[in-house]
């Protein structure tokens, strides 16, 4: 459900680290032959193939490399896993930075701005929806899709009644991407690459469902 628009895209001569990761599995799939669904099986741990594996070391450093970073070499893992952060921890640590950002950067849309909305309760459901989406993106897909989501509910309803448009209620969905993506991008040392990339799968998959769960009760709301 997500797509990148000109508001998302800060800087259209670097590619973002959200282009760069998505369509990834889909890539290796048709390298290798096989269906994208297995590529992500592997990449979340569900099953095992070497081919794949390294298929995926392989892609994860070459995306290193076009981020300007060199902590992660194609042969391996960048350090011990155990030593690495995982993104919800992350998360949890820079929720301040991450309400800042993405006010920053609700406050320049023009589509979203035009809703006069003091900052307070502009930002209110945002926190709430990603923490919403940390506990989610432990589910496997099929549990995801049938999962309660009632921080992403309310953030429909209150949407609707506050006057954004729907198009401006998805648009709050790709900001909390981007800035979760950035923060990942910051800290990329301090991560495991391949986990990291897991982490991010099953984060989008948690907000894209919350999304759809949002829009529908905006509609609905009418």
């Known amino acids: 459900m997500y797509r990148d628009n000109s ?6 001569g670097k590619q973002s680290p959200q282009s760069l990761y998505r ?3 889909v890539r290796i799939a048709r390298k290798l032959g096989v269906d994208a669904s297995y590529v ?9 193939s070497s081919e794949v594996e390294e298929a995926l070391r392989q892609a994860l450093a070459e995306i290193d490399q076009q981020l300007g970073r060199g902590s992660f070499a ?8 155990n030593a690495a952060k995982r993104l919800n921890i992350l998360v949890k640590q820079n929720r301040d930075h991450i309400r800042e950002q993405w006010l920053t950067h609700s406050q320049a849309d023009p589509n979203l701005s035009r809703v006069k909305l003091a900052s ?3 930002i209110a ?9 940390m506990k989610v993106m432990k589910l496997s897909v099929k549990d995801m899709a049938v999962v309660p989501m009632k921080a992403a ?11 954004f448009t729907a198009m401006g209620l998805v648009e709050e969905y790709n900001l909390v991407r981007r800035c979760i993506f950035a923060l990942a991008q910051e800290h990329l040392r301090q991560m495991d690459a391949q986990l990291l990339l897991q982490d991010l799968t099953q984060f989008g998959e948690a907000l894209d469902l919350q999304t759809q769960r949002a829009l529908q009760d905006y509609l609905e709301a009418n």
């Open 7 to 12: 508001n998302t895209n800060v800087n259209p």
């Open 153 to 163: 509910e309310q953030h429909g309803r209150l949407r609707q009644g506050q006057g």
């Open 125 to 133: 459901p945002i926190l709430p929806l990603i923490d919403e989406a």
């Open 23 to 25: 369509g990834l599995y």
């Open 74 to 81: 194609a042969s391996g893992r960048s350090r011990p896993v």
């Open 40 to 48: 992500s099986r592997v990449a979340r741990g569900d099953r095992r």
């Open 120 to 122: 307070k309760k502009r």
